[in-house]
């Protein structure tokens, strides 16, 4: 299996290594991930400036490609600039949920969608900041869990959240919103983005907010398919 790893917290980010080592026992894996952090750059992508692409050595025996541009940038030059050619793409470990509405925003979420758009089963994964550093230990569960349900034969696209000590693993959809932002004035024309947690328990544990935050692992499968169907079987009616 050829494997690409792609995340948007960037090269600099704490266990995009250790990621890169559990990564090898799926197979050869090859990494674009961008030069800064790019956190909450959704799809955005560069349509006409260039933008730097080299490779980096990080630690004896782990190259990288760092690319000065967006997660999907790092999809998209991988794939379509290089001719790569991979049978399952990770996105992540994002160090921050993305659960509900908040995967509109998420750059992690963005690169695993591209990677499919190119026809590349893939999988997002994010975790809380405060288990951050534990996350890869969950690596093992949850793939015996994907092998056991035998979930990239079923779909191509899944994001999963990984909380502290999970008690479980839930198949879940999207839920609603996460966190929001205040914007206060700074002075001289400044408003600064000031995050804040807007999301209420419905204690539904089908929604990947109630799962992950409270102590489930949260499988969704998602789509790049951004259609009503409801409302388009409804409209082909008239």
């Not at 799809?43 to 080299?54: C, D, G, L, N, T």
């Not at 328990?201 to 409270?214: E, S, V």
Request: a negative charge; aromatic letters at 10%.
């Amino acid at each position: 299996m050829k494997v690409l790893i792609t995340n948007d917290d960037g090269v600099q980010a704490a266990q995009l290594i250790p990621l890169i080592k559990w990564c090898r026992k799926l197979g050869d894996v090859t990494v674009f991930v961008p030069k800064y952090e790019q956190s909450g750059k959704s799809h955005s992508f560069q349509i006409k400036e260039p933008f730097e692409a080299k490779q980096v050595e990080l630690e004896p025996g782990i190259t990288v490609w760092t690319v000065d541009s967006t997660p999907a940038d790092c999809v998209r030059l991988a794939v379509l600039g290089l001719g790569c050619k991979f049978n399952l793409a990770i996105s992540g470990i994002n160090r921050g949920f993305n659960v509900g509405t908040d995967i509109l925003y998420s750059g992690t979420v963005a690169a695993a969608s591209e990677a499919v758009h190119l026809g590349i089963p893939a999988i997002a994964l994010s975790t809380t900041p405060e288990n951050y550093p534990n996350a890869t230990g969950e690596l093992d569960r949850i793939l015996a869990f994907f092998r056991e349900k035998q979930l990239l034969r079923l779909h191509g696209f899944y994001n999963v959240n990984i909380p502290a000590n999970p008690k479980g693993i839930r198949f879940t959809h999207q839920g609603g919103p996460y966190y929001s932002d205040d914007f206060p004035h700074i002075g001289n024309d400044l408003y600064r983005p000031v995050g804040k947690p807007v999301w209420a328990d419905r204690q539904d544990l089908t929604l990947d907010t109630d799962a992950a935050l409270t102590g489930y692992i949260s499988v969704s499968p998602l789509t790049i398919d951004r259609t009503d169907w409801a409302v388009y079987g409804q409209l082909a009616a008239l």
